[in-house]
T-cell receptor, first 115, second 116 residues
Framework: QQQVKQSPQSLIVQKGGISIINCAYE??????FPWYQQFPGKGPALLIA?????SEKKEGRFTISFNKSAKQFSLHIMDSQPGDSATYFC??????????????FGTGTRLTIIP | EAQVTQNPRYLITVTGKKLTVTCSQN?????MSWYRQDPGLGLRQIYY???????DKGDVPEGYKVSRKEKRNFPLILESPSPNQTSLYFC???????????????FGPGTRLTVL
């Protein structure tokens, strides 16, 4: 079963607009919530991440909003630009007994910014 | 330059012909993982390794093998590939957590495998 549910599957936003991608999770053991950005032909790259002790994190035009009680988190891209066109994955992480991070990914959102 | 490299980047093979996809990292990371990416399913972990000679299964290990004989290398082996293993594969690495806080994973560029 999909432990991290991501929506929408695809999104088209006008240049300058706000792009919003949503994710929901079930397992309360998750303790780290990163977002990855993937361009065609490339591997995913960390974009921004949040821990559940804060409700919002902002880095430039990218903001994560986190609602612990609802077990939901979302990525907001302000002033969206054509260069933001990519596939975005949310993920949730829990620490294993070995101390490393085990990531569970959402299904991805293909974002297209049109002029 | 810090990076994770994979080879080959593209591979077309036939059912049952053993193949190996190599992965190497130059960041002295202890943790390495293999993922497969399929449309509508996101990335799913196949195997991971905590250090040399220490590996464990991820979420979808069936049909795959791994080894970790050196810290920098983590090859993915398909002993008898089948068409359902046609996918985009990513290797990733991450360092030992500092202060109990796990760091993020760094991904390679991917290997697109087609099994006919």
């Amino acid at each position: 079963q999909q432990q991290v549910k991501q929506s929408p599957q695809s999104l088209i936003v006008q240049k300058g607009g706000i792009s919003i991608i949503n994710c929901a999770y079930e397992n309360t053991a998750f303790d780290y919530f990163p977002w990855y950005q993937q361009f065609p032909g490339k591997g995913p790259a960390l974009l921004i991440a949040i821990r559940p002790d804060v409700s919002e994190k902002k880095e430039g035009r990218f903001t994560i909003s986190f609602n612990k009680s609802a077990k939901q988190f979302s990525l907001h891209i302000m002033d969206s630009q054509p260069g933001d066109s990519a596939t975005y994955f949310c993920a949730a992480s829990m620490r294993t007994n070995f101390g490393n991070e085990k990531l569970t990914f959402g299904t991805g959102t293909r974002l297209t910014i049109i002029p | 330059e810090a990076q994770v490299t994979q080879n080959p980047r593209y591979l077309i093979t036939v059912t049952g012909k053993k193949l190996t996809v190599t992965c190497s990292q130059n960041m002295n990371h202890e943790y390495m993982s293999w993922y497969r990416q399929d449309p509508g399913l996101g990335l799913r972990q196949i195997y991971y390794s905590m250090n040399v000679e220490v590996t464990d299964k991820g979420d979808v290990p069936e049909g795959y093998k791994v080894s970790r004989k050196e810290k920098r290398n983590f090859p993915l082996i398909l002993e008898s590939p089948s068409p359902n293993q046609t996918s985009l594969y990513f290797c990733a690495s991450s360092p030992r957590p500092v202060g109990g806080i796990a760091d993020t994973q760094y991904f390679g560029p991917g290997t697109r495998l087609t099994v006919l």
